[in-house]
């Protein structure tokens, strides 16, 4: 007689069912990992600070958002020119005050408007605090502010060429 042959019936053991059951969810673990890493990288950062330029009073303000045209509001994508909405204390004394602000400098190297070539970057992130109708709070500003945002918004353009 001859031994028959055993074929393969389409179950699987006892032994690789167990550890089906382990993977599954050292795989949702992984993947709950994944999703939570993606979405921290894509979502801003909490404390992005910009500190002031002009002598309205603050030393450094925290964005908490944007004002853009574009529908993506990132502080990545945030650019000399850009306008924002941030919160900081002024001499007088008043604390986490809403202000609104224009940056001036930032660190992320942006393109030169004349497409020339040169790629300028800065420092620190700078701002400049302005009012409700987009009038500059103080009356001069320190130091210089990136090209793109003075052909943005003229007024701190005449400032900055007045204060140096």
Do not use: H
Not at 103 to 111: G, I, L
Not at 133 to 150: E, S, Y
Request: net charge positive; charged share 20%; with cysteine.
């Amino acid at each position: 007689l001859k031994p028959k042959r055993m074929r393969w019936s389409g179950t699987r053991s006892a032994s690789s069912a167990t550890m089906q059951q382990r993977k599954s969810p050292l795989l949702v673990v992984l993947l709950v990992a994944a999703a939570l890493g993606l979405l921290t990288s894509v979502l801003p950062s909490q404390n992005f600070t910009l500190y002031v330029q002009d002598n309205s009073g603050a030393n450094s303000v925290y964005v908490i958002s944007l004002k853009a045209e574009k529908c993506q509001k990132r502080y990545q994508r945030l650019r000399p020119g850009d306008q924002v909405v941030c919160v900081g204390s002024t001499v007088s004394g008043v604390r986490n005050k809403v202000m609104r602000a224009i940056v001036t400098r930032t660190v992320k190297p942006s393109c030169d408007n004349m497409k020339n070539g040169f790629i300028r970057s800065y420092d620190r992130n700078y701002c400049v605090l302005i009012d409700a109708a987009g009038n500059p709070v103080g009356n001069k500003i320190f130091g210089a502010i990136d090209q793109r945002c003075a052909n943005k918004w003229p007024k701190l353009g005449m400032l900055a060429s007045k204060g140096r």
